[in-house]
């Protein structure tokens, strides 16, 4: 007698039958009717209509038929609303039942019956149960509160139901904590900024004391609320994980998974040269191992997760290298997945190891796999340069097989790693045109076009070879194509004589022919370069390519750092932000990896930064007697070395000379021409650098009437002192110099001051000084302090200012977008200092192209769920390279909020930097 | 729809997923654990021919969802006895009753089997028959015991008149060993599962011989962390009945030894549709124990028509449709080392088949664990009476393949 005879009844007016069944008076067939009842349910069938006799049924002492009929009730209390306020009773009585079962029972039913007029009536129970004297009660009345927050969430913070779940967290039972903390964190996920979550040390430590003692299922929920913890510096973290490491030795995976994700977020808080931190690296790798012997679906949701770790921590499982290796009957989700894993573990120690698992994969019989290992052997190559001939032998021996995806998959690596060592291989050319005729594959056509037309001058038959894939240009994919036409125009570069006649067939083709824009585009363009000047054609088409980069399919250092937060979720699967494909629009928070503490050096937090003010604006003056100033009073202060003491216009002129301007478009010259003068200074910002505005940098009174004020340019790559003398002293000055002392950039005058005419009482002249920056180097303090003496026929004068450092970027800072990973990830974390910029009146756009015009350049823009990342780089006169990354929130219809991460090697530029941007962006 | 994650098991989906399943029978195993769908993702396992799946909405830990569903599985298992469509079936309304009790609203409640049991009791022949002269039903009225207390994976009151308390020391190798011979990989993970039936609340620790070789385990959550960390002891208030106390992994290289080797040729000749297929089997590094229920399994290449072989012990099976030859060893006896060799049919006209088949191997050493684990002695405290203790050990292989 089993229960599969539920489903079997199938006759007509099964729902009469049903319906007298379950007004029998006797128990046991009132049993039997509900339990065919719930079977018809499942199968799908409405059986609503039987409502009023289910709901009849509730009112029992046998447990077993109450829960049959909630279990109806959930079912289908939406659609019959009006009827289940008739069971509102029953569940009100059983909340009082002395039997804690059957109360938790009722308040656990009610919150799942998605009904409002039910969810009033349910709040006073609640109440009752959230301090019922049984913990088992407690416990489901938490979670109640949880599915009342999604049904109704005003009423719930109404009601004052949120405090007595916070207060829950300090109970007394470990259970009732962690069914609190699963509450509350489920309610705060949909409210994200409502501060639910308050965690403090002392309730951190509550949480912790209880994570010891609840059951596993709790143990995630409470070190997922961990994890989202800040500790307030390095001792406090590592007491944390010192509590936390022993759920590594839990036996189910998900606790293992979440208790990692702490420990790697608190560790990035760690000094790495703590003893503590190597012991946490050693111990966390046997627990990662240990997921990988489980059911295959865990290890997969481990690996994925693993990938993750390995990118960000390396070390931690350097060493475990063969735990990868893939056995044949793995799912093909866990090889893939252990592949991507072992080249990202492949280094000079072990590649010989790799290379020979790689090798036998290629043998495998699943073609995806096979793929996959023959690519990864190239990647190898490419990373471990060692490794690089080895890795092309066991290419060639693959080739040989003439299995025809292997060759193909081959050829396609065979290319990148031409690339990444130039004039190595090219031996193997003659092998691989062998087997020419097989290449099916776009791809792998594509490649080895590349390869004939890059080495054409070392392939006799190269024109021959093109000529052939020429026949069915028009079949192949656009990929085929241009690549043919690059070919093709290269081998006429390199032997011109001969194959004049296949250029002008490939160039017809292509621009005639072809409507793919792409390709009639890139014909017109080599066309019209051929045509003109072919020389120029030869640099262009034949210039040498830059290097590719080791790692390829790196994630994004920012996008890492906000997925290891989220370890063991789908996030971490998917190797996305949960914003990218969580639906239904509920605000997300971004985590974000904790700042490494204060207690290591190195960086300043945005409050120590001086007000945050352009530093050009605060002038500082130096003292004339200042002993620090030894080297700039042995300065040889003579008269300007330009011998035009006259100026070319001559005395006659009552206004300052017009022809006296210098070369220099950006400077006015005096006050009757300014209006027109700053029209052309306005138009030239548009294509330079920003232009402070004039500071007085040394005022009348402490240089015996002599007032100077200025600022600093950048233009077309030269920098200039645009500075303004007045005259306020009583007699007239002449014979101006200007010198500076040693500085961090070698900022030197490129040319002598020179003021044309003596400047009269209360005159005004303004003199654009060009700089360079090959001056000698001394490390100052603050880094972009100058310091100036200025000299007249009246005395010598000294003053220091600021420069803003945006006058140092250069034109060339656009650094490579493989490159600008790789160097990202190549400098250390230590050396990242964070910023903010508030309230900047630009969007992304403006922002990008505002930058620019100041020489910080955009590499790459990404944009997640409205927020757009600027990834930029920037180069400065001394040829250090800035890193920047800057995300853009809007934080209200016309401002912006700016989020800069920088990351330099020599880390004491950032704080410059940062106020370059602001200067820049808030201008 | 749920707010969190919700658990559909009902028994049509478990239909519709085998039948789409069987379409494309050979690919169950490939089918990805986290499935994204336009509206929802799903993620399921695969267990016994039935996918378990649960389909979400938000993010959520998907190895808790993971480790959830094989928690269902078992318990499925632990009360029908197995874990079949038909068993899930004939107990419909029990599947109900547990999966209310497992799961509320996304939340795991009770996924202790003690616990489960004292709530809905498992179905038995003589219970249904009494409940249905009787009434009664098989869902407990009380609180379980153990629920809210410090020890949840105990029930209180339990009683035997024989009390027992027994250990297996399981250990299974996994390997993979290259066409030369030598180790590629190899590991050793090793499980204690315990059948603990003793009266009361007892308390035992267990010692080992050598407890060094336990370096990486993971722990039953009744284990006293703390009292391992500092005396290398197992401390523990057990479940009742059978459990998994510990599970543990010995990787480092050369405590992993390798019980058996294989000799094997395998050749295809080039354009003539037949190959040789050569394999014999011996021991090494057996510590002296046979070696025995050896079978080996060969996943032959597709051009594989039939083979024509010949055992000198034991018998094998080769299936045309999925290739799969099978040899059913028995046990080694040094003196005259099994060896299965003859002919290998290949499709008339199909290249030479570019794989090489891998040799799956499958073997048992009773009274050994091939670590070296032993455990010294079990004490109990906190019980007067005296029970009867034992140990087993056994050596198996998990994943081990030869390559070819």
Known sequence: MTDSKYFTTTKKGEIFELKAELNSDKKEKKKEAVKKVIASMTVGKDVSALFPDVVNCMQTDNLELKKLVYLYLMNYAKSQPDMAIMAVNTFVKDCEDPNPLIRALAVRTMGCIRVDKITEYLCEPLRKCLKDEDPYVRKTAAVCVAKLHDINAQLVEDQGFLDTLKDLISDSNPMVVANAVAALSEIAESHPSSNLLDLNPQSINKLLTALNECTEWGQIFILDCLANYTPKDDREAQSICERVTPRLSHANSAVVLSAVKVLMKFMEMLSKDLDYYGTLLKKLAPPLVTLLSAEPELQYVALRNINLIVQKRPEILKHEMKVFFVKYNDPIYVKLEKLDIMIRLASQANIAQVLAELKEYATEVDVDFVRKAVRAIGRCAIKVEQSAERCVSTLLDLIQTKVNYVVQEAIVVIKDIFRKYPNKYESVIATLCENLDSLDEPEARAAMIWIVGEYAERIDNADELLESFLEGFHDESTQVQLQLLTAIVKLFLKKPTETQELVQQVLSLATQDSDNPDLRDRGYIYWRLLSTDPVAAKEVVLAEKPLISEETDLIEPTLLDELICYIGTLASVYHKPPSAFVEGGRGVVHKSLPPRTASSESTESPETAPAGAPSSEQPDVIPTQGDLLGDLLNLDLGPPMGDEPEGIGGPNFVAPPAAAVPANLGASMGSGLSDLFDLTSGVGTLSGSYVAPKAVWLPAMKAKGLEISGTFTRQVGSISMDLQLTNKALQVMTDFAIQFNRNSFGLAPAAPLQVHAPLSPNQTVEISLPLNTVGSVMKMEPLNNLQVAVKNNIDVFYFSTLYPLHILFVEDGKMDRQMFLATWKDIPNENEAQFQIRDCPLNAEAVSSRLQSSNIFTVAKRNVEGQDMLYQSLKLTNGIWVLAELRIQPSNPSFTDLELSLKCRAPEVSQHVYQAYETILKN | ?404
Request: charged fraction near 20%; charge should be neutral; glycine fraction near 6%.
């Open chain 2, 1 to 404: 729809m749920n707010p969190f994650w919700k658990v559909f098991l009902s028994s049509l989906e478990f239909i519709f997923m085998q039948r789409n399943s069987q379409e494309k029978a050979a690919d169950v195993e490939n089918v990805p654990p986290v499935i994204s769908t336009p509206h929802h993702y799903l993620i399921s396992i695969h267990r016994d021919r039935l996918f378990f799946v649960s389909v979400i909405q938000t993010e959520v830990p998907p190895l808790f969802v993971i480790e959830f569903l094989h928690r269902v599985a078992d318990t499925f298992q632990d009360y029908f006895g197995e874990c079949s469509e038909a068993a899930i079936k004939d107990n419909v309304v029990i599947v109900y009753e547990l999966l209310e009790e497992m799961l509320d609203n996304g939340f795991p409640l009770a996924t202790e089997s003690n616990i489960l049991k004292e709530l809905i009791k498992p179905p038995t022949i003589l219970r249904s028959v009494v409940n249905s002269i009787t009434g009664s039903s098989n869902v407990g009225d009380t609180l379980p015991t153990g629920q809210l207390s410090n020890i949840p994976w105990r029930r209180a009151g339990v009683k035997y008149t024989n009390n027992e308390a027994y250990f297996d020391v399981v250990e299974e190798i996994d390997a993979i060993i290259d066409k030369s011979g030598s180790t590629v990989f190899a590991e050793i993970q090793g499980v204690i599962d315990a059948c603990i039936k003793l009266s009361g609340m007892p308390d035992l620790s267990l010692s080992f011989m050598n407890p060094r070789l336990l370096d990486d385990v993971s722990f039953h959550p009744c284990i006293r962390f703390k009292r391992w960390e500092s005396e290398r002891v197992l401390s523990f208030i057990p479940p009742d009945g059978n459990f998994r106390l510990i599970s543990y992994r010995v990787s480092s290289q050369n405590l992993v030894a390798i019980p058996v080797y294989v000799k094997h040729s395998i050749s295809f000749k080039e354009n003539s549709s037949c190959g040789r297929f050569d394999i014999t089997i011996g021991p090494k590094q057996n510590m002296g124990k046979t070696i025995e229920g050896i079978t080996v399994t060969v996943h032959m290449p597709k051009v594989v028509l039939n083979m024509n072989l010949t055992p000198t012990q034991g018998s094998y099976t080769f299936d045309p449709v999925t290739k799969v030859l099978t040899w059913d060893v028995g046990k080694i006896t040094p003196q005259k080392l099994p060896s299965l060799k003859g002919l290998v049919n290949l499709q008339s006209g199909a290249p030479k088949p570019e794989e090489n088949p891998s040799l799956n191997i499958q073997f048992k050493i009773q009274q050994l664990a091939i670590s070296g684990l032993k455990v010294n002695r079990l004490d109990m405290y906190g019980e007067k009476y005296k029970p009867f203790k034992g140990v087993k050990y056994v050596t198996k292989a998990g994943k081990f393949q030869v390559r070819t």
